[in-house]
């Protein structure tokens, strides 16, 4: 497992499989953010396998599918709504953990700085410099 810390409470990663949910939760996670089309994995790494192993684990899970096509403002809204604005210790993840990242930038624009969303994202790892102009006002 790849886990990147955002902020205290908000963690990205590549994707997950079911038998990474015992670690998650005994790193502190409370809640598994799917950010991952299920068109993308094979049926052992779908989306209701992790639900189910998350569940069992007393975690809470929710499937928010993103493509970059689909990062449309009501998206990114029940993403933040998912994530950031619960509270929830949250691992969202994707295929690199970059969509994950990228959906909670722009659910924080207009909210944070963006200099704050910019060194959060790549002290995870992650470069946002090239939508850092779309970052400065909330994301409508």
């Given at each position: 497992?790849?886990?990147?810390?955002l902020t205290p409470r908000?963690?990205?990663s590549p994707q997950i499989a079911p038998d990474d949910i015992p670690a998650l939760k005994e790193a502190g996670i409370t809640c598994i953010l799917c950010n991952r089309p299920d068109e993308e994995v094979?049926?052992?790494?779908?989306?209701?396998?992790?639900?189910?192993a998350a569940?069992?684990?007393?975690?809470?899970f929710a499937n928010q599918p993103l493509t970059h096509q689909t990062m449309v403002p009501?998206?990114?809204a029940k993403n933040r709504?998912?994530?950031?604005?619960s509270e929830d210790v949250?691992?969202?993840?994707?295929a690199s953990g970059t969509r994950s990242t990228i959906a909670w930038a722009l659910g924080q624009a207009g909210t944070?700085?963006?200099?704050?969303?910019?060194e959060a994202a790549a002290a995870g790892g992650y470069d946002l410099a090239n939508i850092r102009h779309v970052l400065g006002a909330p994301f409508e």
């Open positions: 497992m790849d886990i990147r810390q908000y963690y990205v094979p049926p052992s790494h779908c989306a209701e396998a992790i639900r189910i569940e069992a684990a007393g975690m809470r009501p998206v990114i709504a998912l994530g950031v604005e949250v691992l969202a993840y994707c944070l700085p963006v200099k704050d969303i910019v």
